[in-house]
């Protein structure tokens, strides 16, 4: 099987690291629970990717 890259998968992965950064950014800026809050969101915008990513391989 041939894994492909579409707009929406580097969408997500964006997504993901604009996340991240933002997290990091607010916890070394004291704002520490704010960051944790921010950070929580990687790993939930990844598991949508991957699950959006699977339907539409499981529908062709």
Do not use: C, Q
């Amino acid at each position: 099987m041939k894994l492909v890259f579409k707009k929406s998968d580097y969408l997500f992965l964006a997504a993901a690291l604009i996340s991240l950064l933002v997290s990091v950014i607010l916890w070394f800026n004291g704002m520490r629970e704010e960051g944790l809050f921010v950070g929580i969101w990687v790993p939930s915008i990844l598991a949508i990717a991957i699950y959006i990513k699977v339907i539409v391989l499981h529908h062709t």
